[in-house]
């Protein structure tokens, strides 16, 4: 079964209670506490590389508010695989 969550703790928490295994970034094995059966190992990976991407979308009027119009500036001026304007 595979799960996927915003939140690290909600798959750390299952792992630690020996319900199967989480991939997710380095400190949030501390999520799980002494509650949680405490049995938690963190392996660090080292290759292959991760690597992941963003995707953002928008309102077909255009973002709203300035902070999405100030991020969708720095991504189209930085990021590879620039968003259509």
Do not use: C, K
């Not at 997710?24 to 292959?48: K, N, Q």
């Amino acid at each position: 079964m595979e799960f996927a969550a915003a939140a690290p703790a909600v798959l750390v928490r299952p792992a630690a209670r020996g319900l199967g295994v989480a991939v997710v970034p380095s400190g949030a094995e501390s999520g799980a506490d002494r509650r949680d059966g405490g049995g938690l190992r963190a392996l660090r990976i080292t290759g292959p590389a991760l690597n992941g991407r963003v995707s953002p979308a928008w309102r077909t009027a255009g973002p709203a508010g300035p902070a999405a119009l100030r991020l969708l500036e720095r991504l189209r001026a930085e990021g590879p695989g620039r968003p259509a304007p």
